[in-house]
């Protein structure tokens, strides 16, 4: 076949595709057309939520919480959880009134940790396991603080698998140490010396930088003592 005969061939097979494009979009040009309307409407939705609604919410908030980072470190609980009637309206009123917004969820950890301080357990933990986050340090340590309400309400077993988890979910120097420790000491309260020693000894060779690591040589020596006078 020559060059000429190939050309031609060619010619015919691209106008045989694009009578075939141009029927297809002829006789779905409605379906087409509104799917790309559809498209248009979501994007556009999304984008005034977006910029006028999500982003000045968050602006809000974040200026509210700023006002109750202030008195939470002030150690005043009541007025970062209640507000002071003036210009503050209180973590609680935060989670409620800018719900989606990061500020809102981080006030759920300020608002659990005041509750705590209060000696409002239930209450905390409701707050606590209701915040979201996957950082390194904050998220483990709101992971413990639940640890510790459960403790607090006689619940130590639960207790313990939320420091081992807090534990694990840090895992650095820093905060893995101070919850494997926690964990340790709540073993010895169930007389469970074995697992306490574990837990220490945890510290003591993944964590031997920690400060907690510096007297844990004691606490196992501890465990060890009382777990050869229980058997």
Known sequence: MSSKQKSAGKELEVDVIL?????????????????????????????????GYALPQNKKAEVALFKGEQYFAR???????NGNGADYIGFEEIISSYRGTNAANLAKAYAGICYFR?????????????????DKTISPAIVGLIGDCYVNSGKTEEGISYFKKAASRADNDIVSPI??????????SLKQYNEAIKAYTTIKEKYSASM????????????????????
């Not at 209060?118 to 996957?134: I, P, R």
């Not at 907690?212 to 058997?231: F, H, L, Q, V």
């Open 118 to 134: 209060l000696g409002e357990t239930d209450k905390a933990e409701d707050l606590l396991k209701s915040f979201s986050g996957n």
């Open 19 to 51: 009578s075939k494009s141009e029927q297809f979009i002829e006789k779905f040009k409605k379906p087409i057309f509104y799917g790309i309307v559809a498209v248009a409407v979501i994007i556009g939705a999304y984008l005034a939520f977006h910029y």
């Open 75 to 81: 150690d005043s609980f009541k007025l970062a959880l």
């Open 212 to 231: 907690e690591a510096g007297d844990i040589d004691k606490y196992i020596s501890r465990a060890e003592i009382r777990s050869n006078t229980a058997n």
């Open 179 to 188: 919850y494997l420790k926690k964990a340790g000491i709540a073993y010895e």
